[in-house]
């Protein structure tokens, strides 16, 4: 028993860290990468080991035996994507860990929220409401005033233009810019008054008949009263009783056709004369 004891710390002595240096160096961290840091073995999850030199030795070891070895690259585990998310410039190593871009609008209180964006985009759209004021047009109407000489016109009563509020459901960008709207509803505010318009109805003489109207008025008057019992229509006021006659006679003068009638009676009245 004793030589088997002796023999074994011969080993230990012999070979300290070449036995059982490896033996769990990076068993619970994915296994020995290859790559070296500081002079001790890199495992495949990043860290180092605390025991395992790139020797092959132990801590135990001497410090001369790992650093007189030729320097091994170090790596850095992360995204080595440029185009993801999480892109690590830093990473040497890529770890399985990248995450794919996803545009869109990363805006809650926007219309077009999108969920499962990650890289906002600037599409966000926002809806909001918004009042504007809009006149209503007055209408006209038209009455007939005789006593307005005809094609002429006169205001009345003046028309007033009434107001109405209209609410509009507005979609605008990021910035504000107006991309769409909607009419929602629309409230008078005020209501409109109609002008009223005078229209003339009344017949003006042009000069011309009124120069023959008094000439046959006059004609008429003179030709009546000197022959009474003549068949003009003045002779047939003047046998008519007060205050029918005064009637007549103003009726005669105020409708202009009367005179007119009298001067074609006078004018017959002359050529059965003349041809007796």
Known sequence: ??????????????????????????????????????????????????????SGGSTSSTSSSSSSNSPTPSYVYGCTDENAVN???????????????????????????????NVEDNSCKYEKEIKESEAIKHDTEYI??????????????????????ITYIVLVDADGNEIS????NETVVKEPIAEIVEKGT??????????????????????????KEGNLLLNKIQKQKQPTNYILYILYIITVIPPFIDVILIINNKYKKSKK
């Open 1 to 54: 028993m004793k030589k088997v004891v002796m023999g074994i710390i011969v080993l230990m002595l012999l070979f300290p860290a070449s036995v059982f240096a490896g033996k769990g160096c990076c068993s619970s961290h994915g296994g020995v990468s290859g790559a070296c840091r500081n002079g001790y073995q890199v495992c495949n999850d990043g860290t180092t080991s605390p025991s395992c030199t790139c």
């Open 87 to 117: 892109y690590n410039p830093k990473a040497n190593k890529d770890d399985g860990s990248c995450i794919a871009k996803v545009l869109g609008c990363m805006d809650k209180m926007a219309q077009n929220y999108n969920s499962n964006a």
């Open 181 to 184: 709207r909607e009419k929602k």
């Open 202 to 227: 009344r017949q003006e003489i042009s000069p011309v008949i009124g120069m023959f109207w008094i000439i046959s008025l006059a004609l008429a008057f003179y030709y009546a009263f000197k022959h």
């Open 144 to 165: 007939s005033n005789n006593e307005l000489e005809s094609g002429k016109e006169k205001v009345k009563t003046k028309g007033i233009d009434g107001e109405k509020e």
